[in-house]
């Protein structure tokens, strides 16, 4: 009996030495290899930034308190996650509740983002000016390396919709001719020639100035041709400005928006055809209702875009050049003078028109002066 014990007590002592060398060896290798991913972590800065003893110290607090701070946002962040797609499991998806969790992720992964740019800055302030130009190319390196990888293209037909550059073109030309009308049915010519057509048209004539201010819209393939015989033609053209907007994210986001907001509205009407209760059916129509007023400005404001990227504004002011006179002629004191006596001319029309336009007052001033004369009169004979 007594041997057996002894052979008892020697396997379990054997059996926990078995389980504490086990135990030593894997969490040893654990915390190597956790030892090891940082010392990897840091090692290319290390090498490459040759830092001292006492900046690697630092280096270290600096990580360590990063990591810290970082955890505890991830863990805030797969909290949130946790509870957004917990909302759209619900009989009604609950959009209001999925608005404010994606607001607050929104704020957790600008918090992230912030802690890590306040990290690098510290790392920076405890490097010398020599290490600053090392450490732009290093981080840059390893930037890069953590980076995801870029998004794979879209569907053929959404690639071949969206392919080409979205582009809004607009011109501005000022234009001096003798005869504006004759220099105004030319333009028309051309701008038909184009197939353009003309939005607006502004007349503005007198002794002194005359011109004409149009407004036009030339399809967009055209642009570049309108050009050409503009200045093909006998037209002297002043000034001209042009302006290119690219409007092409602009442009597929606001389509890939709207592809979204009909896909949905598909599901809220399948669930709708589905739905019996009718607390349920009043908040889907709602919804849904909400959802086509989205889908309908949407398709306004991809329409809107659509005839400005297809249609180029152009605006030409046609003035009336007084003898097509050089600006060396204008500056002169005689050619001032003359002008001079022709608005004051002009001025003085203007003060005599104005003048007669106010007869009525001097009507009514003339008869409260016999009426007063009058009066005065009267009181005299009653004295």
């Known amino acids: ?59 270290k607090l600096f990580r360590d308190d990063h990591l810290t701070q970082l955890y505890f946002l991830r863990m805030e962040d797969r909290r949130l996650h946790e509870l957004f797609y917990d909302a759209l499991f619900l009989p009604v998806p609950d959009t209001i509740t999925a608005n404010r969790i994606a607001d607050s992720l929104v704020m957790v992964r600008k918090k992230m983002e912030l802690l890590t ?29 953590v980076m995801p990888p870029p998004p794979p293209p879209p569907p053929t037909s959404q690639t071949q919709d969206m392919s080409s550059q979205k582009l809004i073109k607009k011109g501005e030309l000022t234009i001096s001719s003798k005869d504006i009308e004759v220099t105004k049915t030319l333009i028309y010519g051309i701008v038909k020639e184009c197939n353009g057509y003309v939005t607006n048209e502004n007349l ?43 409007i092409s994210l602009k442009y597929i986001d606001d389509s890939t928006r709207l592809q979204n907001k009909k896909k949905l509205e598909k599901k809220y009407l399948d669930l709708l055809s589905r739905t ?44 009336k050049d007084s003898g097509f006179l050089t600006k060396e002629d204008k500056n002169k004191f005689t050619y001032r003078i003359n002008q001079g006596l022709i608005l004051g ?14 007869w009525p007052v001097y009507a009514v001033f003339a008869m409260l002066f016999l009426i007063i004369r009058i009066m005065k009169r009267r009181k005299t004979k009653n004295k």
Not at 120 to 131: A, R, S, T, W
Not at 226 to 241: A, G
Not at 345 to 358: A, H
């Open 204 to 246: 503005v004539k007198n002794d002194v100035f005359s011109y004409i201010e149009i407004s036009l819209n030339i399809q967009a393939s055209q642009f570049d041709n309108f050009l050409l015989l503009l200045d093909s033609s006998k037209i002297d053209i002043v000034s001209r400005t042009f302006s290119v907007e690219d």
């Open 1 to 59: 009996m007594e041997k057996a014990r002894f052979y008892k007590i020697l396997i379990a002592i054997l059996v926990l030495l078995n389980i504490g060398t086990l135990s030593f060896l894997w969490f040893g290798r654990s915390a190597s290899q956790s030892e090891n991913q940082q010392k990897e972590s840091i090692e290319p800065f290390v090498r490459g930034l040759q830092l001292s003893q006492e900046q690697i110290v630092q280096f």
């Open 345 to 358: 001319w002009e001025g003085i029309k203007i003060v005599i028109v104005f003048l007669i336009l106010i």
């Open 117 to 145: 740019f306040s990290h690098f800055q510290q790392i920076q302030q405890i490097l010398n000016d020599h290490q600053k130009i090392k450490f732009r190319t290093i981080f840059r390196g390893a930037v890069e390396q």
């Open 276 to 319: 019996n209760d009718i607390k349920n059916l009043l908040e889907i129509e709602d919804k849904l209702e909400e959802i086509q007023t989205d889908i309908e400005v949407k398709e306004s404001q991809l329409k809107l875009l659509n005839k400005k990227i297809n249609y180029s504004e152009f605006f030409i002011k046609i003035e």
